[in-house]
Structures are given as structure tokens and as C-alpha cells.
């Protein structure tokens, strides 16, 4: 597997986690964006990284780096969102050295292109990349480590393939309500069942759930595919609103130079 190396570090104030990962969840109302901070706090380096973050959000996201004492060292997202424009370029602007993270499958730039299969490391800690397209041909979730050493019960950042109850609409972005369900049933729902799932976004107040609770409760995936399809078929939602604004800001994904060459060299 590739690795990206990359340290950061915190504590957390929940006994769901190790002693040495710092979580945060946080919240943008406009688009009802969650953006997910972790550091490695046993770390000396305290480094850090922030998932999915929002430009509206980047200066309450900075302090709150800052007020911990972490060091910044990626801004990663899920996938292309068509909802609102990624923190990811205002972050690089403002703290020199953090790498934009996204995958190779949503062809847009970034720093880093990633795979399924890859791991980011922050300090002794590590996330592994699992491929879930379905939403958009892109997407990705991010897993904590399957190890000893690793925050434990596993947490699942899913961006918008599975949230709570529900899970990403699948008719725009090279969607796919058939991809979606192999996703989410072959990457996501055999991690083990107390998995925490921390989604992209949420619209009724929910925070987070497990894989355990939506391979029971969730209204759209514990149906048979066939079902699923035609959920998702007669869904009859708005377009979205920011999606002409949104999606080619978010293809470049944060990338300042757009001459420079992405990172592909995680190991495998």
C-alpha cells in the first residue's frame, strides 16, 4: 500500500477513542457541511488534518488549529462537492506546507491524488482510503487504522455515499445508484458493526451513527438493489443550487499551482 506520511496530534475528551487522537466535528449551516478535524496528540510535532472543510468556515477552522497547539499538515475531501466550495484552497494560502488531498478517480487537482488502498498517515496514526463512487465516480471514504495502536471502535468519515438514515442522490457527477449500493455494501458495511459513520453532511440534527445501526435502520440501503434503484430513481429533488458555482471551484480542489505535478506516491 502506499502511504502518505504526515504527523499531527490531540487529545480527545471521548473514552470512544484513543488517548492520542484529538477529534473534532464541526458544523457549516448554509449547506449543513460537516468538516472533521483529528490530530495525533503523543506526537511532538501535534500534526493534523482536516476533512471536507468549507470556505465559509476556513477562519473558525484555523483558530481552532491554532488554539490546540496543531500543526495543519492536509486539507482532504471526500469528493467534488456540488454543494458548497472546499476550504481546501483558502486553507493553503494561509498555512504554508498543508497538501490538499482528493482522490485520482474525481479528476481535479489536488496536491495529493489518492487510491483505494492508500494510507495517510498523521504522527503514529493513519487513515486507509476505501473507494465508495456511487454519489460521484470519485468518492472515497476515509477509514481509521485496523491496528492495535488505533483509535478504537473504528470511525468511517463517508462523505456523501452513506449518511445517517440515508445516503447521497446518485443522478448527476457521473452518478450511479447501482455503483452506490455495491459501494456501500462491499466497503462500508463490513467494517464492523460498532464502525462509527461520520457523514458530509446532516439535515435533521443527527451527528453520527454506526454500521451496525444503518444496516438496520437505513431506509434506502436495507432494501434489495432492485428497490434501492427505483428509490433513487423517483427521489424528484431540485437541482442544486450551488452546483454551477461549486463543482469548478472544487476541481481544482485547492491546488494553488496548477502546474504542479500531484503526489501519487503513497504507498501501496
Wanted: charged share 20%.
Amino acid at each position: 500500500m502506499r502511504n502518505h506520511t504526515a504527523s499531527f496530534s490531540s487529545s480527545s475528551s471521548s473514552s470512544w477513542y484513543s488517548n492520542k487522537l484529538l477529534f473534532r466535528q464541526l458544523f457549516e449551516k448554509e449547506s449543513s457541511t460537516y468538516t472533521y478535524l483529528l490530530a495525533d496528540v503523543d506526537h511532538p510535532d501535534k500534526p493534523a488534518l482536516l476533512i471536507d472543510p468549507v470556505d465559509r468556515t476556513v477562519d473558525r477552522d484555523l483558530t481552532l488549529v491554532k488554539e490546540l497547539g496543531l500543526k495543519l499538515i492536509y486539507a482532504m475531501n471526500t469528493h467534488v462537492h456540488a454543494d458548497h466550495i472546499t476550504g481546501t484552497g483558502l486553507v493553503k494560502t494561509r498555512v504554508p506546507g498543508v497538501k490538499s488531498i482528493i482522490s485520482k478517480a474525481s479528476k481535479s487537482k489536488a496536491d495529493v491524488l489518492i487510491e483505494a488502498g492508500d494510507k495517510i498517515h498523521f504522527g503514529d496514526l493513519f487513515l486507509e482510503v476505501r473507494a465508495t463512487p456511487g454519489h460521484t465516480l470519485g468518492c472515497v471514504t476515509y477509514v481509521t487504522g485496523d491496528a492495535p495502536d488505533q483509535p478504537q471502535p473504528r470511525m468511517a468519515f463517508t462523505g456523501d455515499a452513506l449518511l445517517i438514515r440515508g445516503c447521497g442522490r446518485t443522478d448527476f457527477q457521473g452518478g450511479s445508484s447501482q455503483q452506490l449500493y455495491q459501494s456501500v455494501h462491499s466497503q462500508i458495511f463490513t467494517l464492523p458493526k460498532e464502525t462509527l459513520l461520520y457523514p458530509a453532511h446532516d439535515y435533521k440534527g443527527f451527528t453520527v451513527s454506526t454500521v451496525g445501526e444503518e444496516m438496520l435502520y437505513n431506509p434506502r440501503l436495507t432494501k434489495d438493489e432492485e428497490e434501492f434503484k427505483s428509490i433513487m430513481a423517483n427521489l424528484n429533488l431540485p437541482y442544486p443550487k450551488m452546483i454551477d458555482i461549486a463543482v469548478p471551484a472544487n476541481m481544482v480542489c485547492g491546488l494553488q499551482d496548477p502546474s504542479a505535478k500531484p503526489d501519487e506516491a503513497l504507498s501501496k
